[in-house]
């Protein structure tokens, strides 16, 4: 009976059917909902860890933490659980979308994806770690010295540091997406190298109005925030350059092979 659904689900030349579509998608969502779920309570197991390496970052400025409601450090502790389960589970996410996709792109199609996906997950991570040890410890060195000015001691919510945190680190972390968007749009012929080398000066500017808003108002820690983000900007640029002439080279090569074919019909 098996092996009768399982041909029904395939056309008589070779594609899948709606219905075995659908069957795909179903079985795919369910793995990424298991894996969801065993992430989930693995990280449970270990959020309490998880609050400790988050709250070492303020202890060192004299932090101190407390929770105002019965259920806020548990419901910490479950947000916690469901962000490391989503990215633990991002792979396997990942892996499912393309291998559902895969089959109806070309190689080409295929390996852009694949690298698109690899990049952006490594310049995510990149982000959450610059602002990890770079901007973090910055940021909360300069909040707690508002204390000094007046008789007030820091004792911070738990449930409103730990979600400041995961802000600043989305932030960072999409910022840092920056050059794997501007390759992306280049290849779809979207976006333009010459328009962010012209704009460079516009963007500049706001690169360091977005780092003094982000950031403690004091100018070191917002040159360390804006320079890299010049950085990821000036590389968006180089990555397009490059995505462009590749783009141009194809071009040039087919309409050469499209040449070589007029000539031998002649």
């Not at 911070?156 to 972390?173: P, R």
Request: with cysteine.
């Amino acid at each position: 009976m098996k092996k009768k659904n399982k041909a029904a689900a395939v056309e008589n030349d070779g594609s899948m059917s709606l219905s075995g579509h659908l069957r795909e998608l179903r079985n795919r969502i369910a793995v990424c909902v298991v894996v969801l779920v065993l992430g989930f309570f693995g990280c449970l197991s270990v959020a309490g860890r998880l609050v400790t390496m988050l709250t070492d970052l303020g202890t060192a400025y004299n932090y101190n933490y407390v929770y105002i409601a019965p259920q806020e450090l548990l419901l910490v502790y479950f947000n916690l659980a469901l962000i490391g389960a989503v990215v633990l589970t991002f792979p396997v996410m990942a892996y499912e979308a393309y291998a559902f996709c895969s089959p109806g792109l070309s190689r080409r199609e295929r390996t852009s994806i694949a690298m698109a996906l690899l990049a952006g997950t490594l310049f995510f991570a990149g982000g959450v770690a610059f602002a990890r040890f770079i901007s973090m410890p910055f940021m909360l060195r300069f909040l707690i010295g508002f204390t000094r000015e007046v008789d007030v001691s820091a004792s911070i919510s738990i449930q409103q540091y730990v979600g400041f945190l995961m802000t600043v680190f989305v932030i960072f972390g999409v910022v840092f997406e920056l050059p794997v968007v501007s390759v992306m749009l280049t290849s779809l012929g979207v976006l333009r190298a010459e328009w962010l080398s012209k704009g460079r000066r516009v963007v500049i500017v706001v690169i360091f109005v977005l780092a003094a808003i982000i950031t403690p108002p004091d100018i070191v820690s917002q040159i360390m925030v804006a320079i890299p983000m010049i950085g990821l900007y000036e590389l968006s640029i180089l990555l397009s350059r490059l995505v462009m002439k590749a783009k141009k080279n194809k071009a040039e090569d087919e309409e050469e092979d499209d040449e070589d074919d007029e000539d031998e019909d002649e």
